[in-house]
């Protein structure tokens, strides 16, 4: 192997996906910077009603892995009509699952914050913002299509340009309108509903714009409207997985902020600021395992199946350095956080215990991203993560927090350490399985 020429390759893709990943976490944490100086409730409720997105995200994430998948290894095998086939299919479902999302939010907001807290006041903030948010869902999932495909085909520093530059946008609108500066209205949590539709519709008009420049894929309308039986076969041989494995691990979580969020509002407020740390920093780990997988696959489509193995090996002991750099940022920033954070002493109190606990989480959680969802999912291995995240999540972790929560009334911290264990008791499984090596695989077919 040469090394020289795996690291270029992983620094093209890896750091400019990481950037990608961090800008668009600093918008929830800018968002949640913002409204801390309004009031806790507000913090609270917009974190809650932003789950309704995670769910979604849950769906489309999916549908973008699969599709990257499927993409990375036939770009590798330069067959762009294949691609182009597959971008119109996800098209077609990102609009399907995102308007549904869009119109439950619109036309029935209050029910779904009833789902994540029974505080009224919390109810009715995070229910306008999910009102005003939700044109937001279905441009978010349009411009994920084009996003997930620039990647596939290396050019991801022109992925991370333009949502980088979207996130700048929402930042100072956020600042407008949640403040009310430069003549508009004070609108607090409401504001930054209102500039997440505004960023996230000028990033689906740029992406689109771009499509149409030379030497770029585009879908047309014949693939978007109709059904390829064999393209539909192969890319749910691989989406199912993703998607069972997202939804198993995203309902997961948002049982996660079920539980934390009937604990009180103090939990609720330290379990949001910890969960946007954990957010911004994982961004290290997401962007190594999407640029890592992008190469592998792109290796493993071309044929070369001894290369990707040799790249595999490398990008395995990467993660453990990655995951223990993660950590270690999180002891660094806990500090300017207390800074900013308008909490009460009771919140900073569990949010200062809580951070220590998240960089315990983090090593585990870098590892596994980078190990399963970019090395085996490259290799099409996207089984493995549904049945161990089934295992760990909802046949321990769940169970024994409910316990801990309501039954055993253990405290908040406790009820929190083992929540953020999940990760950490896959690593045994997880290695043994990247040992069988069932992820060096070409999956490219001829007659697509």
């Not at 499927?70 to 067959?79: H, N």
């Not at 100072?172 to 960023?199: E, H, K, Y």
């Not at 399985?433 to 695989?441: F, G, Q, R, S, T």
């Amino acid at each position: 192997m040469d090394k020289k020429e795996f690291y270029s390759q992983l620094k093209k893709l890896a750091i400019p996906i990481a950037l990608q990943t961090f800008m668009t976490a600093a918008i929830s944490a800018g968002d949640s910077a913002m409204l801390g100086f309004i009031n806790q409730d507000s913090i609270a409720a917009v974190s809650l009603a932003t789950r309704i997105s995670f769910v979604l995200h849950l769906f489309t994430g999916s549908f973008a892995g699969g599709a990257g998948v499927i993409c990375a290894q036939y770009w590798g095998k330069k067959d762009e009509k294949t691609m182009q086939k597959v971008f119109g299919l996800i098209v077609r479902y990102m609009v399907g699952v995102s308007g549904v999302f869009a119109l439950a939010s619109f036309f029935c907001p209050e029910i779904l914050m009833q789902i994540f807290t029974s505080d009224a006041q919390m109810v009715q903030i995070g229910a306008s913002y999910l009102k005003i948010a939700a044109p937001s869902f279905v441009f978010a999932g349009l411009s994920q299509c084009y996003l997930v495909l620039m990647q596939s085909m290396g050019k991801a520093k022109k992925s991370a340009t333009i949502s980088s530059s979207i996130v700048v946008l929402d930042l100072i609108l956020n600042a407008i309108f949640i403040f009310g500066l430069l003549g508009m209205p004070r609108m607090g949590a409401d504001g930054a509903a209102l500039t997440t539709v505004l960023s996230k519709g000028l990033e689906l008009i740029i992406v689109v714009v771009d499509s149409f420049q030379k030497g770029n894929l585009r879908p047309s309308f014949k693939h978007i409207l109709s059904v390829n039986p064999e393209i539909e076969k192969e890319f749910w041989k691989y989406s199912f997985h993703i998607l069972l494995d997202g939804l198993i691990w995203g309902i997961g979580i948002t049982m996660y902020s079920v539980i934390i969020g009937h604990l009180g509002s103090d939990a609720t407020a330290a379990n949001s600021v910890a969960s946007i740390v954990k957010d911004l920093l994982t961004c290290l780990c997401r962007g190594m395992s999407t640029g890592g997988g992008i190469l592998i696959g792109n290796v493993l489509g071309s044929g070369d199946l001894k290369l990707a193995k040799a790249y595999g090996d490398k990008l395995a002991r990467l993660s453990m350095v990655c995951g223990l750099i993660s950590g270690m940022l999180v002891l660094l920033v806990a500090p300017p956080i207390f800074a900013f954070m308008q909490l009460t002493e009771t919140a900073r109190g569990y949010l200062s215990n809580m951070l220590l606990i998240l960089a315990v989480y983090m090593f585990g959680k870098s590892v596994c991203v980078i190990v399963v969802t970019g090395i085996f999912n490259a290799g099409g291995d996207t089984k493995f993560d549904a049945y161990s995240v089934g295992v760990t999540m909802w046949g321990i972790i769940i169970p024994l927090a409910a316990l801990s929560a309501f039954v055993w009334k253990l405290p908040v911290l406790v009820v929190y350490f083992i929540i953020s264990m999940d990760e950490v008791i896959k690593l045994p499984w997880v290695y043994h399985h990247y040992k069988k090596y069932i992820w060096v695989k070409d999956i490219t077919r001829d007659d697509l």
